[in-house]
């Protein structure tokens, strides 16, 4: 997050007030949710096993991937 923040030239806690007043979720929320989407049609279209694909969208941990996925997937 701080370094979109710094990117648009804000601080990272500006930001999440942003977007949390803006589109009511924080930045962090938002972020995993795109992710969730774009992992989801990865994993639909094609046979790429599912370590990879989270590794692709930048999850450092399958483990902490798979219980961002169900909770955003089972919502």
Not at 53 to 68: D, E, H, M, P
Request: no cysteine.
């Amino acid at each position: 997050m701080s370094h979109v923040a710094q990117e648009v030239f804000l601080s990272s806690s500006y930001l999440s007030r942003i977007f949390k007043t803006h589109l009511n979720v924080n930045f962090i929320d938002y972020v995993n949710f795109r992710k969730i989407s774009i992992a989801s049609e990865k994993l639909a279209l094609s046979k790429l096993p599912i370590n990879y694909v989270a590794n692709q969208l930048g999850f450092q941990q399958t483990s902490y991937f798979t219980k961002i996925f169900k909770q955003k997937k089972l919502v």
